[in-house]
């Protein structure tokens, strides 16, 4: 086999489902089968798949020219997504650098952070805060602010740049530990904000740390603390933004404005890889000066790739014009019905937040086989770690959304124990 595939043991692994097409939130297989794809391929498809005012702007664009370097010249598609990152975004956050991918969005955010400092002539905030149960990308910097112990990257531990930690919320409703984790942060700030360029955190959803939900009141007191310490507030958006906690942005539910907010993902609904490291004006405006060494030491070739940018622009205009934060509204009723107060052998607990459903196992081991299950009766799901859970895209029907959670009930209710 030719092909590496990603966080699998390749001798191990099963031969991956083939997909031959794939329209509105259907995959269609090679052997035939057709499954409703319950995760939006990584939680980015979120107008589903072969949307026809998607492929067209991909066309019209593509006819035009696909790419030119932003280093000396420009476009039209790059200019107007800018404009209309900053009008749906947090007031504030006033300038667009563009990326490739969330986890380079990311690493432009954290040195967009440190050369801040350097270039206010304030030196030693090299370092970053971050919250265990994180991740942020698989890129060298990034890695190093997910979780140092029960991450995906701990096998990377002395390789890695070393940050500070401290432990979230668990659970949305979690007040004792929301106290605890604002008491946590404050002591740290006090010990070491001299060092600290910036705190970085996923608003209200830790995804790939097993989808922990926790109270919009942590993010509000950590924007009160990064300003009392001189620290950053940088926001990781990647998988939360456009609407999957219910709001556009899940900042809103805490009514902060973050120094720095990453989005990707579905920002581009999955068609071309793309992100977008916003800054707030006060941020830009430390790059601004007569020296070359203070412009901001960042570039990706494929940044603000136009085809990307066009597909982002219709996505955005199809978001407003269809209603899509009422689409994600329905979304959350139909989980909130289905999910949560399910019960069954191995399983801890199911929650809902936005259009994210999630039922926590108590180990791994008790939802081993439910991909295979899930397909043969025509969903699509992937589990890690010990979560089982389902983003759709927001066009899904009630009925393909009722069958994705009664599929991923049904495997721990009908399976002999």
């Not at 990584?42 to 006819?63: D, F, S």
């Not at 991909?371 to 927001?394: H, S």
Request: overall charge negative.
């Amino acid at each position: 086999m030719s092909l590496w595939y990603p966080y699998i043991q390749m001798r191990k692994m099963k031969m991956p489902y083939a997909v031959k097409e794939a329209s509105g939130v259907l995959l269609h297989l090679k052997d035939g089968r057709t499954l409703i794809d319950a995760i939006s391929s990584w939680w980015c498809v979120i107008h589903g798949y072969n949307h026809p005012r998607l492929n067209k702007a991909l066309e019209t664009q593509m006819k035009q020219f696909s790419h030119v370097m932003l280093g000396g010249l420009t476009h039209d598609n790059a200019e107007k997504l800018a404009a209309e990152l900053v009008r749906l975004t947090p007031p504030g956050l006033s300038h667009v650098f563009f990326a490739d991918s969330g986890s380079v969005g990311m690493e432009a955010a954290l040195k967009m952070a440190v050369q801040y400092y350097m270039n206010r002539g304030i030196q030693g905030k090299t370092r970053f805060a971050s919250l265990y149960r994180g991740y942020h990308g698989d890129t060298i910097g990034v890695m190093a602010v997910g979780d140092p112990e029960e991450g995906m990257h701990h096998l990377f531990k002395g390789y890695l740049a070393e940050h500070y930690f401290i432990h979230p919320p668990e659970g949305f409703d979690d007040r004792a530990g929301t106290a605890r984790a604002v008491q946590d942060l404050e002591a740290l700030f006090k010990k070491h904000h001299h060092e600290i360029a910036g705190f970085v955190c996923e608003p209200l959803m830790q995804g790939a740390g097993g989808f922990n939900f926790y109270p919009p009141e942590f993010l509000a007191e950590a924007r009160r603390l990064c300003d009392d310490y001189g620290v950053l507030f940088i926001l990781d958006e990647v998988a939360t933004g456009f609407g999957r906690t219910g709001t556009m942005f899940a900042c809103e539910q805490a009514q902060v404005v973050p120094d720095i907010l990453v989005l990707a993902k579905a920002l581009t609904a999955g068609y071309l890889g793309l992100s977008a490291t916003i800054a707030h004006e006060r941020v830009y405006k430390a790059f601004l000066g007569d020296s070359y060494e203070t412009a901001f030491m960042h570039g990706p070739t494929f940044m603000g790739n136009a085809l990307a940018c066009a597909v982002a622009l219709e996505g955005i205009r199809i978001f407003e014009s269809e209603n899509y934060l009422g689409k994600i509204a329905r979304i959350h009723e139909i989980l909130k019905r289905e999910l949560p107060g399910f019960t069954a052998p191995g399983v801890r607990e199911a929650r809902v937040l936005g259009a994210c459903g999630v039922i926590e196992t108590l180990s791994e081991k008790d939802h081993a086989g439910i991909q295979e299950y899930a397909a043969d009766r025509g969903v699509w799901l992937r589990p890690f770690l010990n979560v089982v859970y389902t983003m759709p895209p927001y066009i899904i029907s009630e009925e393909e959304l009722v069958k994705v959670c009664r599929v991923m009930k049904e495997f721990f209710t009908e399976r002999k124990t």
